[in-house]
């Protein structure tokens, strides 16, 4: 078989990469041609994304690749989006889903009018959250698209009166190098408005939210030859046959997608700046319980569901980081790791989720310790240490809401770059007593290559994925280990949810 080259963009929340792929009938080998730091900026208090140096970025990495590419596929973090007029103009540059406008208050007023016949408060939010979930089967966040699209109805209704059509992050970048507008099933799944169960916009919660369902663009899944890039972009870059294959835009379902099991059935954490746990699943999982969990029914490459919960993941190791290099102490992951491991275990935790917003994170550690009476972490090691030890805790707290759900053999599989985190792949093992298997830590990319293989007809079964993903990138194993002292932890851990 003649080597098949793919390119995959992949878009986190802290870096992009284009990753080139050679496939030689067994084998992929992956080269980072191209790895760009992006983040988000606060202009005038809001938070966007710059999409035009996204766009130079992804350009440099086509021009970079000197082989002809039989495909390239694009995929990105969830829920943001940016918009088109009918002349197909960009209108201003994609909001952030980080804007600390897009808070609980936000949120809860647009829950709150869905019921507008409860005239008690937290009783509207709690019923519209029930009806959110019965229309998306998605768990009510304060950053899905549906609550960031009621915000910028009443912060910038002119922007929203000329916009033609709405598209996710993953299907703007391909309308840019294509013209193509459409919005593909896994990165809708994450906007809360689209309907898991019918596969269609839920365009009775839409109309209820005053959001013209004309806005979205028509469905559909990956799989698709998208076409030919824009011409002048081919002669620019030097890739005059290169068409674009759709992917699972959201990266989380790349993720997954890259998950090294040969069973059918098994339980993931997707782990980078978010971490994603979930399960794959043949239906939605549903009922008060559910959505007391936030458990979300997100979709998966192949048109199926993976239900999830999101945890606000490394982002809370990144914070510490840019806070530390603002003190003029610049350290590496893996320098922070041997920090962490050289403090005291199990000394105090924080609530994960509760720090969404970026800031003085030593600060903010610190003074929720004093809070809540625990031990206040005096180093640089010990606030890593706490951070490390708090998302392991917090990840079994989750782990034990899935359970209910889990029928096959207990072990949890870690992809992402946060797979190479040693010392949290081992600190997760303890926390939930069961043996972690981690595999690529560019599991997004990888992910987003497979299904770019599987459109192109280069394998068919899952077996055949699996061999594939065997050969061409290692597994590690943890083991739990000291599961006594961890379980008395969590017992001070679970307070804190008191
Ligand atoms: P995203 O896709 O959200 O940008 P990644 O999957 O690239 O995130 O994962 C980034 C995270 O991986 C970092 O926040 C860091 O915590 C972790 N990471 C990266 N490299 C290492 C390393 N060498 N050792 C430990 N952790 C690492
Ligand atoms: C992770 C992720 C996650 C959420 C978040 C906003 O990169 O895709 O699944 O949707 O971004």
Redesign the pocket.
């Known amino acids: 078989m003649d080597t098949i080259n793919v390119l995959a963009f992949?878009?986190?929340?802290?870096?992009g990469?284009g990753m080139l792929a050679r496939f030689d009938g067994t084998k992929i080998t992956l080269e980072e041609v191209h790895r760009f730091p992006h983040n988000f900026s606060v202009l005038n208090g809001r938070a966007y994304w710059n999409i035009v140096s996204l766009y130079e970025e992804m350009k440099e990495g086509m021009r970079l690749c000197k082989e002809p590419l039989s495909g390239v596929g694009f995929d990105t973090?969830g829920v943001d989006c940016g918009m088109i007029d009918a002349q197909g103009n960009l209108l201003g540059m994609p909001g952030s889903y980080r804007d600390a406008a897009l808070d609980q208050e936000n949120m809860d007023s647009v829950l709150a009018s869905f019921v507008p016949e409860e005239k008690d408060h937290d009783k509207a939010v709690q019923e519209g959250e029930r009806y959110a979930f019965s229309q998306t089967g998605i768990a009510s966040l304060a950053y899905n698209t549906l609550y960031k699209l009621c915000y910028q109805q009443k912060a910038m209704p002119e922007q929203m009166k000329a916009a033609d059509k709405i598209l996710f992050m993953p299907n703007l970048i391909e309308y840019l190098f294509s013209g193509v507008v459409h919005s593909e099933y896994s990165i809708a799944s994450t906007s809360q408005l689209l309907d898991m169960k019918e596969k269609k916009w839920a365009v009775e919660l839409m109309e209820k939210a005053g959001i013209a369902p004309s806005l979205l663009a028509p469905l559909d899944y990956a799989g698709k030859d998208l076409g030919p890039l824009r011409p002048e972009i081919a002669r620019e870059v030097g890739q005059e046959k290169l068409h674009i294959l759709s992917v699972s835009g959201h990266?989380t379902a790349c993720?997954v997608a890259a998950v090294p099991a040969r069973e059918e059935e098994f339980t993931f954490l997707?782990?980078?700046?978010?971490s994603l746990m979930g399960i794959s699943s043949k239906t939605m999982l549903e009922g008060e319980q559910v959505i007391r969990d936030k458990i979300s029914n997100e979709g998966t490459w192949d048109g199926g569901y993976r239900p999830t919960v999101n945890i606000i993941?490394?982002?809370l190791?990144?914070e510490l980081?840019r806070s530390f290099r603002r003190e003029g102490k610049e350290y590496?992951?893996?320098r922070?790791?041997e920090m962490a491991a050289a403090e005291k275990p199990l000394q105090s935790f924080i609530r994960p989720d509760d720090f969404m917003q970026p800031g003085d994170y030593p600060e903010k550690i610190r003074a929720y310790c004093a809070k809540t009476g625990q031990p206040v972490p005096q180093t640089d090691g010990a606030l890593i240490r706490c951070v490390l030890e708090s998302l392991a805790m917090r990840y079994r707290q989750v782990y034990q809401s899935l359970k209910p759900y889990i029928t096959w053999e207990e072990k949890l599989y870690i992809v992402?770059?946060?797979?190479?985190?040693?010392?949290?792949n081992q600190f997760t093992a303890n926390a939930l007593g069961i043996p972690v298997i981690t595999g690529a830590?560019?599991?997004?990319a990888v992910g987003n290559i497979m299904e770019q293989l599987y459109a192109l007809g280069a394998y068919r079964t899952r077996e055949e994925k699996c061999n594939i993903l065997a050969a061409s990138f290692d597994t590690a194993e943890y083991l739990p280990q000291d599961t006594a002292v961890w379980d008395e932890a969590y017992r001070r851990f679970e307070q804190l949810y008191q």
């Open positions: 992949d878009l986190g929340a802290s870096s990469r973090w990266d993720a997707s782990s980078g700046t978010w993941g490394l982002w190791n990144q980081r590496s992951f893996a922070m790791n992402g770059g946060g797979a190479q985190n040693q010392v949290l830590s560019e599991a997004t």
